[in-house]
């Protein structure tokens, strides 16, 4: 059977469900931990968010080719912010007017993710460091271009002695797990031209390819605290586009769940960001004493998931309706 890059690429709706699977398991092990050894297992499921940035770093690079520079930034509001708007109107506005009482300026400062940058706090950081990325990635693109990825990997390199530099004096506040993912997409902007290339030519990954992504991907399950600082940054630098070659790998050999992953993939973002709101909201109203641990792994995944499709939805809803009054307007602009 011949595996090519082509078949990575068909197959990135896929590979995000995977990556949901695995982040909505990894947040519940933190709240409600699972038996050894399968908590140990769970707890590297926030690999899952690497693979986020990854791919949506080798998306990006096809979107602002084919796309104006306000039809890119457009997109990337339906598809990220939007979502987001919707489910964090609801949290928020029980958060700060119900429960902390704060008022309506730390409302506006949360729920535009603004107090993220100024506490390190924030119930969905993922889509704080996404709205950043995704304003700056035209900039990015353009000096990958022009400087033939030299400036990508450089970015990256600075990002990581700086902020290994800063860890080993303490000076990281609990933004640094915000901040360890840059250099994933950095590394996914450089490498962004050459993938897709790989794939138009259909470019074969060997098996000897994959036996060397074996070890690779289980590098973040080495804990080497003495011998190297933020070893997070490099754990997770190395272990991703292996992760997403070898499950690329499995689901074209075993195909059994790849519509279910597919649904999975399209609602990735907001299961993420609801699973997040309701967990920020169970811990703050009841605990997880309140039900044994086994049925939150059922519960709330569940939950998580029915809700994310009703929010994806309601933004499909309101972004045909929005881009119905631009064509309107536009048609109508002497």
């Not at 690329?248 to 075993?254: A, D, I």
Request: hydrophobic letters at 50%.
């Amino acid at each position: 059977m011949k595996y090519t890059w082509k078949d990575v690429f068909s197959l990135r709706k896929e590979i995000f469900g995977v990556a949901t699977i695995a982040i909505l398991l990894f947040h519940l092990n933190i709240y409600v931990p699972f038996p050894q050894p399968f908590a140990l297992f769970l707890s590297k499921g926030n690999i899952g968010v690497d693979v986020f940035l990854m791919l949506s770093g080798l998306g990006l690079y096809n979107s602002i080719r084919k796309n104006t520079l306000s039809q890119f930034y457009q997109h990337r509001f339906l598809k990220v912010f939007l979502p987001y708007l919707l489910g964090g109107l609801v949290y928020f506005i029980w958060y700060d007017f119900f429960y902390l009482k704060d008022g309506f300026v730390q409302f506006i400062l949360n729920l535009s993710t603004l107090n993220y940058w100024k506490t390190g706090v924030h119930p969905v950081w993922y889509v704080a460091l996404l709205l950043i990325l995704y304003a700056v990635y035209p900039i990015l693109y353009q000096l990958d271009r022009r400087t033939h990825h030299v400036s990508s990997a450089l970015i990256a390199v600075c990002v990581i002695l700086g902020l290994t530099y800063l860890d080993s004096q303490g000076h990281l506040r609990k933004s640094f797990h915000c901040l360890s993912r840059l250099p994933v997409f950095m590394l996914s902007v450089a490498l962004a031209e050459y993938l897709n290339r790989a794939a138009r030519d259909r470019k074969e990954i060997r098996k000897w390819h994959l036996l060397i992504c074996i070890p690779l991907v289980l590098v973040p399950f080495l804990s080497l605290p003495r011998i190297i600082t933020s070893q997070m940054i490099y754990q997770y630098l190395v272990a991703t586009l292996p992760f997403i070659i070898l499950v690329g790998f499995l689901l074209v050999v075993f195909p059994v769940f790849n519509r279910v992953l597919v649904w999975l993939g399209k609602y990735s973002l907001e299961i993420y960001a609801v699973q997040m709101f309701l967990i920020c909201f169970i811990e703050r109203e009841q605990g997880f004493e309140a039900l044994p641990p086994y049925l939150w792994y059922v519960i709330l995944p569940v939950v998580s998931i029915l809700l994310s499709v009703v929010l994806s939805e309601v933004a499909n809803l309101l972004s045909r309706r929005g881009e119905n009054f631009l064509q309107k307007e536009r048609k109508n602009f002497p």
